[in-house]
């Protein structure tokens, strides 16, 4: 994982947007080549051992002793860069053990950098089903500024979406809520999973937003990326307080592409899959609560948001890249909600943010999100 929010000044450097800090969070060149140079024939499981050690020795013993000499800044950049290390490592990670403690680290990691950094940052345990849902609350010095919700997909966590698209939104004036819902982050080891109903811990998160932060229904955008695009088309169909929503990429109807992905390994059998698959199939039983194929596929058989509910002012993303199962069910979805409001946003390979959510282009990601949101709250 490596992220940023900026641009490239003329000598190279990673240039800040007009407020907040220059933040990278790449690790340097030099440590990634000593980080390979020790691991050239043990691959993945190698490369969670060494993030989880090599790398955490080194930056947070950089990040401790700049902040022993009072240097805040350098030691949050640091440790922003340990945070990496440990979201780069339970990519690899089986479900288990090994992926709580590596998340915890980089909880550990993100909250020491937030401070270090003097971002206005509050951790949140939102209420839900007798467990607590993860959180962060970012919020902007503007006065009555709207609060966005972003949600993320099947494969993160609250943290690394402050570098997908909070920090950038928080840069262009609002304040963010990020919060893991069932079945993201960590919280499928507290027996929270994916949700049909998905509207439900979103309902709960706006009134924490409401109750807590002062959120004012009217005033409050919902953003979904990758899974969190079903999570938030579903949600669309039933949250009253919220002004707009926005997804990159709608995802309509998840189960879909759950049951062609199934019948891919099907039809595989017999063939070894990589570790990676392996990996992937794990992760994604794990979440959703389930112990085998057809489990799975029972407990998501049912995730499918109603475009015929929706009449809410509603954002649909999609890099012309994307799968074609994402680039379908976001184009039908645009087609089909009710709302009065709508725009849909293909970005060709021309934008460099064709791929999946943005991936290849974050900056281009926040620019059309608050571009959105700049004119549904200036109304």
Request: charge should be positive; glycine fraction near 10%.
């Amino acid at each position: 994982m490596c992220s940023s929010i900026g641009r490239w000044g003329a000598g190279g450097e990673l240039e800040s947007p007009p407020v907040g800090h220059r933040l990278s969070i790449c690790p340097d060149i030099p440590t990634v080549f000593l980080f390979l140079s020790r691991c050239p024939q043990t691959g993945r499981s190698h490369f969670k051992t060494v993030c989880s050690n090599e790398l955490e020795f080194r930056q947070f013993r950089a990040a401790d002793a700049w902040k022993a000499r009072g240097w805040r800044r350098a030691a949050g950049e640091a440790r922003l860069k340990a945070f990496a290390s440990f979201r780069s490592a339970w990519q690899f990670a089986p479900p288990g053990p090994v992926f709580g403690a590596l998340v915890a680290k980089q909880r550990v990691a993100f909250t020491a950098a937030l401070q270090e950094l003097n971002f206005p940052a509050t951790h949140v345990q939102v209420p839900y089903n007798g467990k607590t849902l993860p959180g962060v609350f970012l919020k902007h010095p503007t006065a009555d500024a709207p609060v966005v919700l972003v949600i993320g997909g099947a494969d993160t966590s609250f943290d690394d979406l402050f570098f997908t698209a909070g920090r950038g939104l928080f840069d262009r004036g609002y304040s963010v809520a990020l919060v893991d819902l069932p079945g993201q982050g960590i919280t499928q080891a507290d027996g929270l999973h994916w949700e049909v109903e998905a509207e439900k811990p979103i309902a709960a998160v706006i009134d924490v937003l409401i109750d807590r932060f002062g959120a004012k229904p009217g005033r409050i955008a919902l953003v979904g990326l990758s899974l969190g695009g079903y999570f938030v088309t579903r949600a669309a169909g039933y949250e009253t307080r919220v002004a707009t929503v926005i997804a990159s990429t709608p995802f309509p109807n998840p189960a879909r592409l759950f049951s062609l992905s199934v019948q891919a390994a099907t039809d595989a059998a017999g063939k070894d899959p990589s570790s990676a698959a392996m990996r992937g199939r794990q992760i994604a039983l794990w979440k959703a609560g389930a112990t085998n194929a057809q489990e799975f596929l029972t407990r998501t058989a049912g995730m499918i948001a109603d475009a015929s509910r929706v009449t809410v002012s509603f954002l649909s993303i999609v890099g012309a890249g994307d799968s074609h199962v994402f680039l379908e069910q976001a184009k039908a979805w645009h087609r089909d909600i009710r709302s009065t409001r709508k725009d849909f946003v293909l970005l060709d390979r021309e934008t460099g943010a064709d791929g999946h959510v943005q991936a290849n282009n974050r900056l281009r990601l926040v620019q059309e999100c608050s571009g959105w949101l700049d004119e549904t709250f200036s109304a």
